[in-house]
């Protein structure tokens, strides 16, 4: 087997991939809010069972009904964003290999 990789550019390629892929995946971790929306989703469930109109609740919303749509958006972003992330991360490792191996 040849010691030299046959084709550093797809190797430099797949580097930065799996670097852009991090990038992405460590964004949407950061930025995934289900936890707030599922707490707002309880908070509302509870309110409607006891039978509480939304000024007398106890338990006052953290956004407005346009907070809460763009909670939900930015949540739907970083899903997406963090399985094309993982997705880019495989992209590299793919390119990394057929870069040092493939001989064509």
């Known amino acids: 087997m ?7 550019r797809w190797i430099v390629a797949g580097i930065l991939l ?16 289900r936890a707030e929306i599922a707490a707002l989703t309880a908070s509302a469930a509870i309110n409607k069972l ?17 907070g809460g749509a763009m909670a939900r958006f930015r949540n739907s ?3 997406f964003l ?3 992330g ?10 990394m290999v057929f870069g ?3 001989a064509g």
């Open 2 to 8: 040849d010691p030299t990789f046959a084709h550093p």
């Open 18 to 33: 799996i670097l852009g892929g991090f990038w992405l995946f460590r964004w949407a971790r950061r930025n995934d809010s």
């Open 50 to 66: 006891r039978k509480n109109s939304p000024g007398r609740s106890q338990i006052k919303p953290a956004t407005s009904a346009r």
């Open 77 to 79: 972003m970083a899903q």
């Open 82 to 84: 963090g399985i094309v």
């Open 86 to 95: 993982l997705l880019m991360i495989i992209a590299g490792l793919v390119a």
């Open 100 to 102: 040092a191996f493939y």
